[in-house]
């Protein structure tokens, strides 16, 4: 009996603390990209539904562990963003794109490989400048509202600490304490699942800007992490598969809000690892009663966004910052890793980071586009160098290291 309640059990806990360690995330993205309160619930409850079947779908089909999620960075990126030429219809838009182009990119292994081809340092360098200005939202709001965010950072810390997997939840706990104890009045939560659907409108600013880069950081953040968590507990993940399952439900959830689902990354270990059950072919039992339950969760979207409203936003985000410091620290370390594209990086973290909205398109795009040209450019110049000699420009040798003739 054991035995079979394990895989079960791994699969509720896989789907709490995915909930509740990133459903602020998802709500400061949807409204920093034009969504009023009832559409961002609708849109939480979009990825929870979305998500869920899917992960039941594949665990059921291909009988292995492969837990789904929303895209936490590309919700970050959303906040970095924020409003897009055409509001809130444009945002659905390109959702919808991006749900397309995970399709195509499952159906066209091409495509996978052409984003896989990016540097590494600079995909990871774009991400870290998205997470960056919400991973500051807890030294603000220590500043600004003390007696709400001490408590958070304290108990977020302590269980840091002794109990890593619940410190998100455990912070996000105390700050709904905290909110309750601080609001005047009784708090007219409302339970009841909306549905609010958008009609899409494409702008070529929102396209570019947000469609291209949600898509980016969807499959360089989440699916390609997803399927190298999968691989170290021995699992082959079918990822054409996988993409053109997600891509869809993206698809048809970007009306209704949702911003993209996809392999989980962070969570995938709680359903693939040997704490799921001892035998790995029993494993997949905990993904699918993690996607039931993650389903469920969405039917509580409401209550979470009208909690959300009452708070003050920086202790919101100060939540979702303290979720995603990890997926910063991770991809700080990657972008900086390599010594000849470390420069180019910080290029495509500082540009990213800085907000900058050029022609209506949004920094990510532009970071992204900077690091890549000073990573050629960095490049061409060792190219011409002549072995042993230091170039003209400065570049140090022995941080940009020439190719032989």
């Known amino acids: 009996m054991v035995g079979r309640l394990q895989p079960v059990l791994a699969g509720v806990v896989t789907a709490l603390v995915g909930f509740a360690s990133s459903f602020t995330?998802?709500?400061?993205g949807l409204r920093a990209v034009g969504a009023d309160p009832r559409q961002a619930a609708s849109g939480l409850l979009a990825l929870c539904v979305a998500s869920g079947c899917c992960a039941v779908w594949l665990g059921l089909r291909h009988r292995l562990p492969l837990a789904i999620a929303w895209s936490t960075p590309g919700a970050a990126l959303l906040v970095a963003t924020g409003p897009v030429p055409g509001g809130w219809p444009a945002a659905v838009g390109a959702f919808l794109l991006t749900g397309l182009l995970v399709v195509t990119a499952g159906?066209?292994?091409a495509l996978g490989r052409a984003v896989a081809a990016i540097p590494a340092p600079i995909a990871s360098a774009m991400l870290a400048g998205v997470l960056l200005p919400l991973c500051t939202a807890p030294v603000r709001a220590l500043v600004e509202v003390p007696r709400l965010a001490v408590p958070v950072v304290l108990v977020w810390l302590l269980l840091h600490r002794f109990a890593r997997r619940w410190a998100v939840p455990g912070a996000l706990a105390v700050a709904v304490v905290a909110i309750a104890l601080t609001t005047s009045g009784p708090a007219r939560l409302d339970v009841t699942p909306v549905v609010a659907l958008t009609v899409p409108a494409w702008t070529l600013p929102a396209v570019v800007g947000l469609a291209l880069p949600l898509f980016l950081v969807t499959m360089a953040a989440q699916n390609v992490p997803g399927v190298a968590v999968l691989a170290g507990y021995g699992y082959r993940a079918p990822l054409g598969s996988a993409l053109r399952v997600?891509?869809?439900?993206?698809a048809l959830g970007a009306p209704v809000g949702g911003h993209a689902v996809n392999l989980?990354?962070?969570?995938?270990?709680?359903?693939?690892?040997p704490d799921a059950h001892?035998?790995?072919?029993r494993r997949w039992i905990a993904s699918v009663t993690a996607g039931i339950g993650l389903a469920l969760l969405g039917l509580g979207a409401g209550a979470a966004t009208a909690l959300v409203l009452l708070s003050p936003p920086v202790l919101v985000e100060a939540v979702a910052g303290l979720a995603l410091l990890g997926a910063l620290a991770g991809a700080v370390a990657a972008a900086v890793a390599r010594p000849e594209a470390r420069?180019?990086?910080v290029v495509t973290l500082v540009v990213t980071a800085s907000g900058v909205s050029l022609l209506g398109v949004g920094g990510a795009f532009w970071g992204l586009v900077a690091g890549c040209l000073m990573l050629l450019l960095f490049r061409r110049r060792a190219d011409r160098a002549r072995p042993g000699e230091t170039p003209a420009d400065g570049v140090d040798r022995?941080?940009?290291?020439?190719r032989s003739a």
């Not at 995330?25 to 400061?28: G, I, K, M, W």
């Not at 997600?246 to 993206?250: E, F, K, M, S």
Request: hydrophobic content about 60%.
């Open 25 to 28: 995330v998802v709500l400061a």
């Open 107 to 109: 159906l066209v292994p």
């Open 343 to 345: 420069e180019a990086a």
């Open 278 to 281: 001892p035998d790995p072919d």
């Open 398 to 402: 022995e941080a940009v290291p020439v």
């Open 246 to 250: 997600t891509g869809l439900a993206t």
């Open 264 to 273: 989980a990354a962070i969570t995938a270990a709680l359903a693939a690892g």
